[in-house]
């Protein structure tokens, strides 16, 4: 019934798997991987017609957790898996960006690739898996696809570089670098790092090219016994390739002479001229195909004229990065803020401080956690000049996001050291050309000037690469003109020290050690001239929160009183918070954290956990509020919830006939705990105290005489009332 196709090779120190032929056998191709016990069933299906008139390869990538992978029930209402996470949507990206240089260009059938997880062990990542699958889905799947690829993990732990790292090992692992290409090179670059060098991370990305070989060879090996016939692929029709001559002609003058022109807005309305005046000159039928010979012409123009002169579109040579200008405090009720401008690129950042109760719970497979740190990117229509629908954030915009995240993560302060909820908005005002590495530098700025102790700043830039047979050139600080029609978008971000997070995407077969190495060395020197322009607007963090930033003030209780500072229901707790004014938060293990903008209101919210949580000394004076009258003395509230007893021989140093002529309910008084009875009730003392000062006085009162023998007597014990009578 099944005609089944199993691989399996050691990776690693874990086998992988790879099998087709049981599941999904009417897809175009479908692989299950395996690797550890971490399963994804992965496909590939492409229309079987192309679609009319497009000038791009119509490709969707979706990656998909479903939760019973390990073992769980979706939470919410509706008990299912809702719309995709930001972890499916990075993942999603992950794999689309490596695999679609790799199709036929002149393929417009549209294709889609589904990846679904299906078994989770909690120790293998199942992006790497996924990855591994899509490539051996396509590869069997008689699509011109021309890999195959393969995806590694690559940790650095005490100096090594490790393969595939267990979950338990990143913790330890100064390094997170997901690498992807073909045999012959590297086409995806993902990465996270603690202020890392130029050359070990370099190191790492062809440590992890090496490594993935054996699973291409095993890709190739199953695709022999298991691929399906390759699709033909049509020759570029005759008339195109004449429509491309005749666009040439028409069009070559009036669209070199538009991107003379160094100012953005100019040159694009120059450059839709051009174009209106060859499509006006052309036939319907003409037109209608026109838009891929006039994008192919521009391409041409704006890289020959690069690698011929070495002069940019904006008339800067390959190194030179825009002009910067950063202003900070600009916001006035912001906790931190920052506006930066590079070029036609400009970032307004916001960093706004919050408290343990903003973390954002987060349910992934693995387990739910908190996220303290939050960076979110928005790229509104206006800040490329356009009127567009307004969406919420899209596959690009969680990209952009998480980029920047990743890029200042590892130089927060520790949570126990500041223990804030922070969140960063980008607002991207302008862009022409990387507004996510703008993100970077402007997002930093906003934390430092929201007082959060950075490590050190951040700053980060887009490299460019334009190769062909007779040469190449890599470009600092590319525009958006020049990462649209160039080969690679290659952004590094880091400190003086290191690099702290590096993307790489290549939109060609591959590049070279050679070519990383040159984009690595001139990203470093751009980034060096960045932070030094940033350092004219703040060198370091603030010292002193914004006055409208909440303090958080840090304190630990004994676990056994935990419960009597929330009280029953919550009761206490929501007490102090109102007539506080406060935010509490309060842990497992005591740890209390106080948040308020006024820091009165904050220390009286301690003294009442203070109060709740201490236990009365012997010979400290208190002040506490009588609540009870009795014939023999008062009951004083005296400490939090705490109650003792004045004795009405230990209200004066005289004698008192009854209790109401020196105290009543009400009445504030200053009391010294003498004592604990037998049974751990308090005993208090008002006589030995200055009720005015608070001061403790000299006891007057003479002891007790012993009676005659000596020792006191002992009292004759009561009789019982029933003998009595």
């Not at 949580?613 to 003395?633: L, N, Q």
């Amino acid at each position: 019934m099944f005609d089944v196709v199993r691989k399996e090779i050691e990776w690693g120190g874990r086998p992988l798997v790879l099998e087709t032929g049981r599941i999904a056998r009417q897809a175009d191709g479908a692989v299950m991987v395996t690797y550890g016990e971490t399963s994804a069933l992965c496909t590939a299906v492409g229309a079987k017609a192309p679609r009319v008139g497009l000038d791009f390869f119509p490709l969707t990538v979706n990656y998909q957790e479903k939760t019973f992978a390990a073992g769980k029930i979706p939470g919410g209402f509706f008990k299912r898996e809702g719309r995709p996470t930001e972890k499916e949507t990075l993942t999603s990206r992950l794999i689309d960006r490596p695999i679609r240089p790799l199709f036929h260009p002149s393929f417009r059938c549209e294709t889609q690739v589904i990846t679904t997880v299906v078994s989770h062990d909690l120790e293998n990542d199942p992006d790497i898996v996924a990855l591994v699958g899509a490539s051996a889905a396509l590869t069997i799947s008689g699509l011109p696809f021309m890999g195959p690829i393969a995806g590694a993990r690559i940790g650095y732990i005490d100096g090594e570089y490790v393969l595939n790292p267990l979950a338990d090992q990143m913790a330890d692992s100064q390094l997170d670098l997901l690498v992807a290409g073909t045999r012959e090179g590297v086409l995806m670059v993902e990465s996270e790092a603690h202020e890392l060098t130029e050359d070990i991370m370099l190191g790492a990305v062809m440590f992890g090219h090496e490594a993935y070989q054996p699973v291409i060879d095993a890709i190739i090996e199953m695709a022999e016994r298991a691929a399906k016939e390759p699709r033909p692929i049509e020759d570029v029709p005759q008339e195109v390739l004449d429509l491309n001559e005749k666009v040439r002609e028409l069009g070559e003058a009036g669209l070199r002479d538009a991107y003379k022109e160094t100012v953005k807005q100019v040159r694009q309305e120059k450059v839709s001229a051009a174009k209106k005046a060859v499509i006006e000159q052309l036939s319907e039928d003409e037109q209608s195909i026109a838009g891929g010979s006039l994008k192919g012409l521009e391409k041409d123009i704006v890289r020959r004229d690069i690698l011929d002169t070495g002069q940019r579109i904006d008339g800067r040579d390959t190194k030179t990065v825009r002009p910067i200008d950063c202003l900070v405090s600009m916001l006035p009720r912001s906790h931190g803020s920052a506006l930066f401008t590079r070029g036609e690129t400009q970032a307004m950042a916001v960093t706004t401080l919050g408290t343990g109760q903003d973390e954002q719970i987060i349910d992934a497979l693995e387990g739910e956690y908190r996220e303290h740190f939050m960076l979110h990117y928005n790229f509104p229509p206006y800040s490329v000049g356009e009127a567009g629908r307004m969406f919420g954030p899209g596959r690009r915009e969680i990209g952009h996001g998480k980029l920047a995240w990743r890029a200042i993560r590892p130089l927060l302060p520790a949570k126990e050291d500041f223990p804030y909820t922070i969140r960063v908005v980008s607002e991207v005002t302008e862009s022409n050309g990387s507004s996510s590495m703008a993100t970077v530098c402007g997002s930093s700025l906003s934390m430092m000037d929201a007082g959060v102790p950075l490590k050190a700043p951040v700053a980060g830039i887009a490299m460019g690469l334009i190769k062909e047979d007779d040469g190449f050139a890599v470009l600092s600080d590319i525009l958006g003109d020049e990462d649209h029609l160039g080969d690679m978008d290659f952004k590094v971000a880091g400190t003086e020290t290191g690099i702290t997070s590096l993307q790489m995407d290549i939109k060609i077969t591959s590049i070279t050690e050679e070519i990383m190495q040159i984009a690595l060395g001139q990203a470093r020197d751009g980034r060096l001239h960045i932070l030094g322009e940033m350092s004219k607007a703040l060198t370091q963090s603030r010292e002193e929160l914004s006055e409208h930033a909440p303090r958080i003030t840090t304190m630990k209780v004994p676990t056994d009183k935990i419960r009597d500072v929330i009280g029953t229901g919550g009761k206490v707790i929501r007490e102090i918070c109102e007539e506080t004014g406060c935010k509490i938060d309060i842990d497992d293990e005591g740890t209390i954290k106080i948040a308020s903008t006024d820091g009165d209101a904050a220390a009286r919210a301690m003294d009442w956990i203070r109060g709740i949580t201490a236990e009365p000394e012997v010979g400290v004076i208190y002040t506490g509020k009588v609540v009870k009258v009795m014939d023999f003395g008062a009951f004083v509230n005296f400490l939090g919830p705490k109650d003792g007893l004045v004795h009405i021989s230990e209200l004066k140093n005289e004698r008192v006939g009854t209790v109401t002529e020196v105290v009543n309910e009400g009445d504030e008084v200053k009391v010294k705990v003498i004592g604990l009875d037998d049974r751990g009730k308090v005993k208090l003392s008002m006589r030995v105290v200055d009720q005015e000062t608070g001061e403790e006085l000299e006891d007057t009162r003479p002891p007790r005489e012993p009676r005659e023998g000596g020792e006191d007597r002992p009292r004759r014990p009561r009789k019982p009332r029933d003998a009595a009578e």
